[in-house]
């Protein structure tokens, strides 16, 4: 069956700082990631998405994040934060064989400071 | 284009009493249909989902139910409320097989019993 972590529940950085957000998954077959955002009281929205090809994923808002198989990992980063990211961020997988289900991992708080 | 619809955004109830949530989905067809909750400070657990009308799965057994009575409508409901269904509740669709696809999120109701 399938699961994620994110093992940290809360992320206070700096903005303009680096930050990256953890993701691990466990699955026995072929796999597709994704990073959403939730900003409060909202619906979720897809940041980036790995699907197949390259294992560095290019999404919006300047985030970027790396597949890494091996590791079953699939960390989120971003270069330099801005107030604007402070959200809830959540790391999910689907199974290639059975599409129908997305898991997500418990989320990630990020917390931009000034 | 592809919009998702969920109302009502807010709602506060009384113990036993009924709930229907209703969520529906625009420029898809057969799309997969799907019912989170998420409590407080946590993530988002699957209560529902649907590949087609009147194929409903539960994911986990509680005192709501689900229906789809039509390919783009996906109603929650439940006939007595308890304390424990406060939360916040999001509807999502898919389009697709084999997992090659992102969920799209409504965005959310907040639901209070009180």
């Known amino acids: 069956a399938q699961s994620v972590t994110q093992l940290d529940s809360q992320v206070p950085v700096f903005e303009e700082a680096p930050v990256e957000l953890r993701c691990n998954y466990s699955?026995?077959?072929?796999?597709?990631l994704f990073w959403y955002v939730q900003y409060p009281n909202q619906g979720l929205q897809l940041l980036l998405k790995?699907?197949?090809?390259?294992?560095l994923v290019k999404g919006i808002n300047g985030f970027e994040a790396e597949f890494n198989k091996s590791q079953t990992s699939f960390h989120l980063r971003k270069p330099s934060v801005h107030i604007s990211d402070t959200a809830e961020y959540f790391c999910?997988?689907?199974?290639?064989?059975?599409?129908?289900?997305?898991?997500f991992g418990p989320g990630t708080r990020l917390s931009v400071l000034p | 284009s592809q919009t998702i619809h969920q109302w009502p955004a807010t709602l506060v109830q009384p113990v036993g009493s009924p709930l229907s949530l209703e969520c529906t989905v625009e420029?898809?067809?057969?799309?997969?249909l799907y019912w989170y909750r998420q409590a407080a400070g946590r993530g988002l657990q699957l209560l529902f989902y649907?590949?087609?009308?009147?194929?409903i799965s539960s994911e986990v057994p509680q005192n709501l139910s689900a229906s789809r009575p039509q390919d783009r409508q996906f109603i929650l409901s439940s006939k007595k409320l308890l304390l424990s269904d406060s939360g916040f509740y999001l509807c999502?669709?898919?389009?697709?097989?084999?997992?090659?696809?992102?969920?799209?999120f409504g965005q959310g109701t907040r639901l209070t019993v009180v």
């Open positions: 649907s590949v087609g009308i009147g194929q």
């Open positions: 420029g898809t067809s057969n799309p997969n």
């Open positions: 790995y699907l197949s090809g390259s294992t």
């Open positions: 999910a997988v689907t199974e290639g064989n059975y599409g129908q289900n997305f898991v």
């Open positions: 699955s026995s077959v072929s796999v597709y």
């Open positions: 999502a669709y898919s389009s697709g097989f084999g997992g090659r696809t992102e969920a799209f």
